[in-house]
C-alpha cells in the first residue's frame, strides 16, 4: 500500500485569507499546517477595529460549509440596503432599497480572528506568534512544501510586484473614517436590521450597517471622504469621543435624519475607531526568494480594494476556498511556481477581476452607473440586481462594465 507523506504548509498572517486556509486544511487532513501570527487572540481582542467587514451571501456560504459561521445566530443578518442620493446638504433625492437574495453580515475581525486563530491550534495546527521579515520568510518556505503569504496590507506585500496593467489608480481615492457604535437608533426598528448608504457628489459616501462586535450588536459608521472635501476631517485621527463629536457635526449638516438617530450613540470602545486610505493595487501572485523558492500571495496581500463596495474581505475567503481546492487537488505533486501562478489567475479570472472592476466603476462613477442608479429608483428589479452585483461581483462583467451593456439591459425595462 502506497503511503502519501504529511504535506507541510506554512501561512503567513492570521486574518480573514490565511486563517480560513489553515483551518481548511486541517480539516481536509494530511497537512501539517504552521500559521505564523503577529499578535495572539488577546491581543487582537484587546487591540483597534482593522475593517467595517460586511461579508455577503456567497462568501458566508463557503464559511458555512467550512464549520466556521461561529456567530450566525448573534450577528444581525442584513437583507437590504436603503441608498439615499444627497445632491446639496440636507437634501434627500434619489431614494431606492436594495435588497439582498442572502443576508450579509458583519462580525467584528477582532472577535473572528482571535477565535479562528484559537480554534486552528485546538484543531492541531501549530501557531508561531511572530512579525515575520524577509529572512524568516525565507527560512520558512524552505521547511515547508509551500509557503502561503496572507499577510494583508503589511510590508511584507511589498516583496509581490505591483502589476501596474491590473492596478485601477496609483493613489487613494477616499480617506476612509470608521467608527463602532452602540445606541444608534434605526429609521425603522420593525424592518429589522438594514444598512443604510449615503452618496454625496463631490464629497464622499457615508455606510451604516448592523454588526456584531467585542460588545455584542453594534452599528459601524465608515466615512468614504474625497480628499480635500469637508468629510476629509480625520486626518488627526481622534478617539472615539472627539470623532463622534465631528462626525454628529457633518450628519446635522448634511444628513440630518441620521444625526436623529446617532443622538444617544456611544462609541463601543477605546479600540472601536480606524482611520486610513488604501491605494487600490493589484500584484503579481508568485514571490522568488532566490535558491528556487517561490511564495504564493494571497487576500489583500495580491488585491487591495477600496471598501466603498465591500470587497475585500469577500474576496479574501473566496479566493483561500479557491486555494484550499487547489491545492488538495494538487496531492502529492510539487507546488511549483507555475502552479501557484495558475491557481491566482484562475481565481483572478473567475472572481478577483470582477470586484476591481466594480470598485474602481464605483469610486469614479460613470455616466452609465450613475443611469444605472437613476434606473434603480425607478425599478425594484434594477435595485436588486444592484445589491446582488456586490455580492456576487461577476454579474458586473455582465450588464455593468461598458455603457452599451448598460444602455441594453436598460432597454428592456420599458
Ligand atoms: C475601513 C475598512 C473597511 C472595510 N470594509 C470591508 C467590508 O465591508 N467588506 C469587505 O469584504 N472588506 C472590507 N474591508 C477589507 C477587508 O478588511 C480586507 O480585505 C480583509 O481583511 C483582507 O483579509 P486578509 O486576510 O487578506 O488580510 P488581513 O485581514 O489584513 O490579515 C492579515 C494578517 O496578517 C498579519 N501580518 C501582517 N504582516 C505580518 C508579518 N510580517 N508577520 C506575521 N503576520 C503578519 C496581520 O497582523 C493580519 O492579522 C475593509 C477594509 C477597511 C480598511
Known amino acids: 500500500m502506497e503511503v502519501c507523506a504529511v504535506r507541510r504548509i506554512a501561512v503567513v498572517g492570521a486574518g480573514q485569507a490565511g486563517l480560513q486556509v489553515g483551518l481548511g486544511l486541517l480539516g481536509a487532513g494530511g497537512y501539517e499546517v504552521t500559521v505564523v501570527a503577529a499578535r495572539t487572540p488577546d491581543q487582537v481582542r484587546g487591540g483597534r477595529v ?10 458566508l456560504r463557503v464559511e458555512r460549509a467550512a464549520g466556521l459561521d461561529l456567530w450566525e445566530g448573534e450577528a444581525p443578518g442584513v437583507r437590504s440596503v436603503d441608498a439615499v442620493l444627497v445632491p446639496e446638504p440636507g437634501v434627500r433625492a434619489l431614494e431606492f432599497t436594495m435588497t439582498l437574495d442572502e443576508p450579509a453580515q458583519s462580525v467584528d475581525q477582532r472577535v473572528k480572528t482571535a477565535r479562528w486563530l484559537e480554534l486552528l491550534e485546538e484543531r492541531g495546527g501549530r501557531v508561531e506568534y511572530r512579525e515575520l521579515d524577509l529572512a524568516g520568510l525565507r527560512e520558512l518556505a524552505a521547511a515547508n512544501d509551500l509557503t502561503v503569504v496572507a499577510a494583508g496590507r503589511g510590508e511584507l506585500a511589498g516583496i509581490f510586484e505591483r502589476d ?3 492596478s485601477p489608480f496609483d493613489a487613494p481615492q477616499r480617506r476612509l473614517a470608521a467608527l463602532y457604535a452602540h445606541g444608534v437608533g434605526a429609521p425603522d426598528p420593525a424592518a429589522g436590521p438594514r444598512a443604510r448608504m449615503h452618496a454625496v457628489p463631490g464629497v464622499g459616501e457615508l455606510y451604516l450597517q448592523p454588526a456584531l462586535t467585542l460588545s455584542g450588536p453594534c452599528d459601524i459608521l465608515l466615512w468614504e471622504a474625497l480628499p480635500g472635501s469637508p468629510f476629509d476631517c480625520f486626518a488627526d485621527r481622534p478617539d472615539g469621543g472627539e470623532q463622534l463629536i465631528r462626525m454628529r457635526e457633518l450628519m446635522a449638516r448634511y ?7 446617532w443622538a444617544a450613540a456611544e ?12 491605494t487600490p493595487v493589484v500584484r503579481r501572485p508568485v514571490a522568488e526568494l532566490g535558491g528556487g523558492i517561490s511564495v504564493l500571495g494571497l487576500g489583500d496581500t495580491l488585491v487591495v480594494n477600496d471598501p466603498i463596495t465591500g470587497q475585500g474581505a469577500n474576496s479574501a475567503a473566496r479566493a483561500a476556498e479557491a486555494y484550499l481546492r487547489a491545492i488538495v487537488d494538487r496531492g502529492d505533486r510539487p507546488f511549483t511556481a507555475a502552479w501557484m501562478n495558475g491557481v491566482f489567475e484562475d481565481h483572478w479570472e473567475r472572481h478577483a477581476r470582477h470586484g476591481v472592476a466594480l470598485t474602481a466603476a464605483l469610486l469614479t462613477m460613470p455616466g452609465h452607473l450613475q443611469a444605472v442608479f ?11 440586481r444592484l445589491a446582488n452585483t456586490y455580492a456576487e461581483p461577476s454579474d458586473y462583467a455582465a ?3 461598458a455603457p452599451e451593456l448598460v444602455d441594453a439591459y436598460l432597454g428592456t425595462l420599458g
Open 267 to 278: 462609541p463601543t470602545d477605546a479600540g472601536g475607531s480606524l482611520y486610513g486610505a488604501l
Open 50 to 59: 482593522m475593517s467595517t467587514q460586511a461579508m455577503f451571501g456567497p462568501a
Open 255 to 261: 444628513l440630518p435624519w441620521e444625526a436623529e438617530l
Open 374 to 384: 437613476a434606473a434603480a429608483g425607478e425599478h425594484e428589479a434594477v435595485a436588486r
Open 399 to 401: 450588464w455593468l462594465a
Open 164 to 166: 501596474a496593467a491590473r
